[in-house]
């Protein structure tokens, strides 16, 4: 089961900028965080990943609360591009060799407005 | 670099025929993940695989459904039998280990399987 809880739908205008939270309560000291969305039917495109420290990177932003509960992904300047649905992981790790799989959720469904 | 490779991008079978989708990871990428999407809704995890070995096949149905991935050559998803529950968008993920760390995993386009 997904340890995430997204929002089921966000709009935002073109331009501006875009903040989706995610809760994660039940998050591990070694679990990270990982962002992903899917535009229309395409593969699910990484965005970005953290564990304890906010992340930046060409994309978007991520931003971890210091008790790791909880985070949110900001699209700086979000274009009508942008209009996918984000999902939220937490990496759920196994074995003592990294090995992980990725439980998504049902992710929440942007919309960028002209 | 070539991203992750899934062929065909789209496959149709009758009820009772196999589907292969097979799947290329990404150069120098060890780990394959295999996902289904079924029609308006989120992917589900089925199987984790390093090379000559599955590490995880807890999402994977038990009857029907087999995945490989091979010392050399794709990952293969082997689906007998197919029935039309089983029409569906099936993607593949890879990563690699670097630095003794698992690396972000980046997905094909899919494979989308219609059962006629």
């Known amino acids: 089961d997904a340890k995430t809880t997204q929002p089921p739908s966000m709009d935002c205008a073109e331009g501006r900028a875009a903040n989706l939270p995610c809760n994660h309560s039940?998050?591990?000291?070694?679990?990270?965080v990982y962002w992903y969305r899917q535009i229309h039917s395409q593969g699910p495109q990484y965005i970005i990943h953290g564990l304890k420290n906010n992340e930046t990177n060409e994309m978007a932003s991520l931003i971890i609360t210091e008790d790791r509960k909880s985070s949110t992904l900001i699209l700086p300047h979000a274009t009508l591009r942008d209009t996918a649905v984000y999902y939220c992981?937490?990496?759920?790790?196994?074995?003592?060799?990294?090995?992980?799989?990725?439980?998504f959720g049902s992710g929440t469904r942007l919309l960028v407005r002209p | 670099n070539a991203g992750v490779m899934q062929n065909p991008r789209h496959l149709v079978r009758r009820r009772g025929q196999e589907a292969r989708l097979r799947c290329s990871p990404m150069k120098g990428h060890s780990h394959v993940y295999w996902y289904r999407q079924l029609p308006e809704e989120g992917l589900k995890f089925m199987v984790y695989l390093q090379k000559e070995n599955i590490i995880d096949e807890s999402g994977m149905p038990k009857e029907r459904f087999s995945a490989e991935f091979p010392k050399e050559g794709p990952s293969i998803l082997r689906i007998q039998q197919v029935v039309r529950g089983d029409s569906a968008a099936y993607f593949c993920?890879?990563?690699?280990?670097?630095?003794?760390?698992?690396?972000?995993?980046?997905f094909g386009q899919g494979t989308r399987l219609t059962v006629v």
């Open positions: 993920a890879s990563s690699q280990t670097l630095g003794g760390a698992n690396t972000e995993a980046f």
């Open positions: 039940t998050i591990s000291g070694n679990e990270y």
């Open positions: 992981i937490v990496r759920v790790p196994f074995g003592a060799d990294s090995s992980y799989k990725l439980i």
